[in-house]
């Protein structure tokens, strides 16, 4: 990778840096001057000058110091703003992981009212056969309307879901729930259909 696409540092990364490579040359001009001889004029003079650059670097280091306190500072607000967002989503998830459970515990239970009227069809076919007698067709009847009236609830029930997913958008549930309601208007209607017929006969 070229210099060019080289990713910048960070205001952080660059103020730490700096403070260190000034640092570095304070302790460095530090050490020279605490071995510096003091034993002749020229050794006063280039120690004193050692001690005016050590002022002004101190000076500097402060600056520095201070610029990296900044970064600091805006990089705290920064995650501060984050771990409030992430805060924010996770309640978010955690409602939305709610409404997902409740749609699918009636999914659930929808299913299991197909699945008992799946069985009282079949009860029902068969009683339709054994069906001779006055008596047994006008029982058959009744059994035909109490299964017809909740084959129509269930459908509700699956409509009722599927609005209540779509206003939640759940597309999925919503899906599952309306194949479901389809399904229970065509049995129940091909139920109408051999009823007549049986009536007929």
């Not at 110091?65 to 978010?92: F, N, P, T, W, Y």
């Not at 009860?123 to 008596?135: K, L, V, Y």
Request: glycine share 4%.
């Amino acid at each position: 990778m070229s210099k060019r696409d080289k990713p910048q540092d960070s205001e952080l990364v660059t103020a730490a840096r700096s403070l260190d490579e000034a640092l570095e040359r304070f302790e460095a001009l530090a050490g020279q001057l605490e071995q510096a001889p003091l034993q002749s004029e020229k050794h006063l003079e280039r120690a004193s000058a050692a001690l005016k650059s050590l002022a002004d670097m101190d000076e500097d280091l402060r600056l520095r110091v201070g610029a990296l306190v900044s970064a600091i500072s805006r990089v705290r607000d920064r995650q501060q703003a984050q771990a409030e967002a992430v805060h924010q989503r996770a309640q978010a998830l955690q409602a939305r992981t709610e409404v997902f459970k409740d749609l699918l515990v009636r999914y659930g239970a929808l299913g299991q009212s197909a699945g008992e009227l799946n069985v009282r069809m079949q009860e029902f076919a068969q009683q339709r056969q054994q069906a001779a007698t006055p008596e047994s067709k006008v029982a058959l009847g009744e059994a035909f309307q109490a299964l017809q009236a909740r084959m129509t609830e269930v459908a509700d029930e699956a409509q009722a879901l599927m609005r209540s997913a779509e206003e939640s958008d759940f597309g999925d549930i919503a899906r599952q729930a309306d194949s479901l309601r389809q399904q229970l208007l065509s049995a129940r209607n091909k139920m109408t259909l051999l009823q007549k017929s049986f009536e007929a006969s």
